[in-house]
Every structure is written in structure tokens, then in C-alpha cells.
């Protein structure tokens, strides 16, 4: 089992453009999250999904939107990044909300 | 609004020496979560305390979840090396329908060989 994995590794975008960030995990969870981590800020929740087709807003989720795209995979998309959006974004998953998470290797998104 | 402080931030100590770190908050938790991080890498759970009052070991790590469930408290004996990386706690808070889960800002530990 590969667990939960998260593409890409790292992205660098312009300030403007638009990307997607890619999550999957195979343990048959039902809550997957989107969490991003600053220096000092520590882990702050974006978006989550409780379970497949619901998904709810977190602590920061401006500038952010979700697709639960089916039970496995749960994606967060920027559409206009900013460079305030420069962070670790890490997915994680749990058999159900909110218990014990396991999480991505993380994306490090860099925005100029 | 909700917070959990750990304390330290930051802690460097000698490789056999015992340390604890802290994670307080004013409000009661369901529960409460800690995580290990390693840099470069995702959180990794070491444990989760439900109980007030309850005490888990892991090995050389013993975590205590205060009476009123509004702290945590991580108490490694005989630091190694290998425990060196940035110790998350988060609480999980369950009120009718206004769940959450809050993250601390973490303790960065460093154990020197």
C-alpha cells in the first residue's frame, strides 16, 4: 500500500497562473483534508471532506477550492495563486472525521 | 477562537538527558492527537489520549492527557537521536455540529549526539 500520495513534489508558479494539486490515498478512508504549513504558522486546515461528496471549509480556505473527485482522490486547486500561497500543502486521510490522519509526503509551492 | 500553544518552541538537548514538552489550551478537547514530523516528510502519528487523566506509553515516550482534557503533556526518558524532528499536538473538538481539529505550532526538538 502506497498510503496517501500527493503530486507534485514541487511547483513554482507566477503570480496569476492557475494549478491543481493532485491527492490519492488507498486505505478506503472516508475523510481526506488539505492542511498547508508555514514557518511558525504550523498546520492549518484549508478544506476537508467528512466523507465522498461533501467537502467543508477549514481555517484558511480563501483562495482555495476542492473536488472530491471520487472516495480515493481529493484535489485543491489555485485558481489565481498568490504569493501569500507560498506553503507545504499536505493531504491527509482518516478511516473517518476527524480521527487519526496519515499524511502525504507534501507539495512545496513556491508563487512569485 | 480555539488554540492550542505548545511549549517549547524550540528545545536542543544532550542524547540521554529527559525532557518534556507541553500542549495547553483554555478549551476542553474530545481528544487529543500527537504527531511526529521529520523534515521533508508528512506527520506521522505517535498517539492518540481520549481519556482525562490517561497515560500512554510508546517505548521511551509517555504522553498524559490532563484531567480536564485541556492539555497534553510528551515526556521522552533518555533522548536519542533518533527523536529528533517537530512534535505536533492536535485537538479534536466535538460540540454538536461545530467539529474541529486544531494543530499547535509544534516543539522543534533537537538531540545531540
Known amino acids: 500500500n502506497a498510503g496517501v500520495t500527493q503530486t507534485p513534489k514541487f511547483q513554482v508558479l507566477k503570480t496569476g497562473q492557475s494549478m491543481t494539486l493532485q491527492c490519492a490515498q488507498d486505505m478506503n478512508h472516508n475523510s481526506m483534508y488539505w492542511y498547508r504549513q508555514d514557518p511558525g504558522m504550523g498546520l492549518r486546515l484549508i478544506y476537508y471532506?467528512?466523507?465522498?461528496?461533501?467537502?467543508d471549509k477549514g481555517e484558511v480556505p480563501n483562495g482555495y477550492n476542492v473536488s472530491r473527485l471520487n472516495k480515493r482522490e481529493f484535489s485543491l486547486r489555485l485558481e489565481s495563486a498568490a504569493p501569500s500561497q507560498t506553503s507545504v500543502y499536505f493531504c491527509?486521510?482518516?478511516?473517518?472525521?476527524?480521527?487519526?490522519?496519515?499524511f502525504g509526503p507534501g507539495t512545496r509551492l513556491t508563487v512569485l | 477562537t480555539q488554540l492550542l500553544e505548545q511549549s517549547p518552541q524550540f528545545l536542543s538537548i544532550q542524547e540521554g538527558e529527559n525532557l518534556t514538552v507541553y500542549c495547553n489550551s483554555s478549551?476542553?478537547?474530545?481528544?487529543l492527537q500527537w504527531y511526529r514530523q521529520e523534515p521533508g516528510e508528512g506527520p506521522v502519528l505517535l498517539v492518540t489520549?481520549?481519556?482525562?487523566?490517561e497515560v500512554k506509553k510508546l517505548k521511551r515516550l509517555t504522553f498524559q492527557f490532563g484531567d480536564a482534557r485541556k492539555d497534553s503533556s510528551l515526556h521522552i526518558t533518555a533522548a536519542q537521536p533518533g527523536d529528533t524532528g517537530l512534535y505536533l499536538c492536535a485537538g479534536v473538538s466535538l460540540m454538536n455540529r461545530d467539529d474541529k481539529i486544531i494543530f499547535g505550532k509544534g516543539t522543534r526538538l533537537h538531540i545531540l549526539p
Open positions: 489520549v481520549v481519556t482525562g487523566g
Open positions: 491527509a486521510s482518516s478511516e473517518d472525521w476527524p480521527d487519526e490522519q496519515f
Open positions: 471532506s467528512a466523507s465522498e461528496g461533501t467537502t
Open positions: 478549551s476542553v478537547f474530545s481528544s
